[in-house]
């Protein structure tokens, strides 16, 4: 499922006259080159970071768009929980659960009859192969104690709703998803929204003025 809908989005990325972020990575490169008001290839981004202002850094980590990944990531959640209580599940957003270890935040857990689901969202870099953050991510719940909090009688279903800035997902949850009730025509709109939200936080950061420290 998430294969055809990275297919297609890998379309829309890589044609010229799309608004995708492959082009917006090379608008990116020529604004650093082009714009002589700022030279952020020698004293880092025009959010005052130390970081080259790549693509990577503007949607991941750069400080001026810190809003924008927060509200990348609710987004997303906020449209699984609303599909997923059409499909007749009891939606918690962001229990917390506390091991002895440590609390752990999840994104949703979703019950219907005996069954549990835990489904935590994540938008990760391209540096990282999606599969590989798929399972570090699963991997934080899959402790007997932990799951036992979640759902005492039954073993709860574990996955990682996992996606790059360029909105490809990770194909691993893509069957459990399905499971849950949702359709190829929900991963598009997921990934749309994913980019879109990218959209935005690259418009801002290209706004975005440094304020330095006067030198004495």
């Known amino acids: ?102 609390t752990k935040i999840a994104g949703l857990v979703i019950h219907r009859d005996q069954q549990s689901v835990v489904l935590d969202v994540q938008v990760v870099g391209t540096q990282v192969a999606l599969s590989d953050a798929y399972e570090l991510k699963r991997n934080k719940y899959l402790f007997s104690e932990r799951t036992q909090q979640i759902n005492s009688d039954s073993s709860p279903v574990v996955a990682a709703v996992t996606m790059s800035y360029r909105g490809t997902g990770a194909r691993e949850p893509a069957n459990i998803l399905t499971d849950v009730g949702l359709g190829r025509n929900d991963f598009k709109l997921m990934s749309i929204r994913c980019m879109k939200c990218g959209l935005r936080a690259f418009s801002v950061c290209q706004k975005s003025t440094a304020v330095r420290p006067r030198r004495s």
Request: proline share 2%; aromatic share 4%; net charge positive.
């Open 1 to 102: 499922m998430w294969s055809d809908v990275n297919s297609a989005i890998g379309d829309v990325t890589t044609r010229s006259s799309s608004i995708g972020l492959n082009k917006v990575s090379t608008k990116s490169n020529e604004v650093n080159v082009a714009d002589r008001r700022v030279d952020v290839t020698a004293s880092g981004g025009r959010a005052g970071c130390d970081a080259r202002e790549s693509l990577v850094h503007i949607l991941q980590q750069c400080h001026s768009t810190h809003h924008q990944r927060i509200e990348r990531h609710n987004g997303i959640v906020r449209y699984l929980t609303s599909r997923l209580k059409e499909k007749g599940w009891r939606v918690l957003q962001e229990p917390h659960y506390r091991p002895s270890q440590d």
